[in-house]
């Protein structure tokens, strides 16, 4: 495992899964609790920076790059189930035996694919305006101009799971049994928004918090976010 440090990014470790490395970031107290943070498509570690330093003052905070993103491995082989395993790898390399999850998005979705895969390993879980896994009209995307942060392949691999989810994803919501916290962005954001509070007809314990924001809730609104998930977080319900 090699570390470096950044004034604004944390400590770096870097992490290996059957083959693939995954970088993360670090911050807090060692003996605090557990939190992992999950980006959106095409984000990395990175973009959680700003809520990342006020949660460490309570939580061990662990930002990762997901594969194929940012400076973890981009093996060429992607799917949101490889992502969900290399988490399940991840936690057993730190010994990390029940977290806290937020998962933006993307990153969402892998934390609830997770959360039903190993139920008993997540203490609570955040869901930062991710849609519930029905299918949609597919819109092909289109490729930035210039040098990207993130695999083009793995793009077009996991839209094609967004656009047309595997129905066993929504069978077995059921099986989630951590107090789940949902937070939708609102009419600005680009999610159907009654896809997002659908969460509450099928999670066992959740409940949903708009804060009008877009998609990007935590970069555009750092000091409500942090707010309302510390306070669920903290929460004994």
């Known amino acids: 495992m090699g570390e470096s440090s950044g004034e604004s990014s944390g400590i770096s470790r870097v992490v290996e899964i059957?083959?693939?490395?995954?970088?993360?970031?670090?911050?807090?107290?060692p003996e605090a609790?557990?939190?992992v943070l999950l980006h959106a498509l095409g984000e990395d570690a990175a973009h959680w920076a700003r809520i990342a330093e006020p949660f460490a003052e309570h939580w061990r905070v662990y930002a990762v790059d997901l594969r194929g993103h940012g400076r973890s491995d981009w093996p060429g082989d992607y799917s949101l189930e490889?992502?969900?395993d290399d988490l399940r790898g991840f936690l057993d390399a730190l010994d990390l035996d029940r977290v806290d999850l937020i998962g933006h998005s993307m990153g969402g979705i892998v934390a609830y694919l997770f959360a039903q895969e190993h139920p008993e390993r997540v203490r609570r879980l955040v869901l930062e305006d991710v849609t519930?896994?029905?299918?949609?009209?597919?819109?092909?995307?289109?490729?930035?101009?210039?040098?990207?942060?993130?695999?083009?392949?793995?793009?077009?691999?996991?839209?094609?799971q967004v656009d047309t989810p595997d129905p066993v994803w929504w069978e077995r919501l059921d099986?989630?049994?951590?107090?789940?916290?949902?937070?939708?962005?609102?009419?600005?954001?680009?999610?159907?928004?009654?896809?997002?509070?659908?969460?509450?007809?099928?999670?066992?314990?959740?409940?949903?918090?708009?804060?009008?924001?877009?998609?990007?809730i935590h970069a555009r609104e750092p000091e409500a976010f942090t707010e309302v998930v510390r306070s669920f977080l903290h929460s004994r319900r």
Do not use: C, N, Y
């Open 132 to 160: 519930v896994p029905l299918p949609r009209e597919p819109i092909a995307p289109v490729r930035p101009e210039g040098e990207l942060a993130f695999d083009w392949d793995m793009v077009i691999a996991i839209r094609k």
């Open 33 to 35: 609790p557990p939190l």
């Open 82 to 84: 490889l992502m969900r």
């Open 175 to 216: 099986r989630i049994t951590a107090p789940t916290l949902v937070v939708a962005g609102g009419s600005t954001s680009h999610i159907p928004q009654d896809r997002v509070t659908a969460w509450t007809r099928r999670l066992p314990d959740a409940r949903v918090v708009t804060i009008p924001a877009g998609h990007l």
């Open 18 to 29: 059957d083959g693939v490395r995954l970088v993360h970031d670090v911050r807090g107290a």
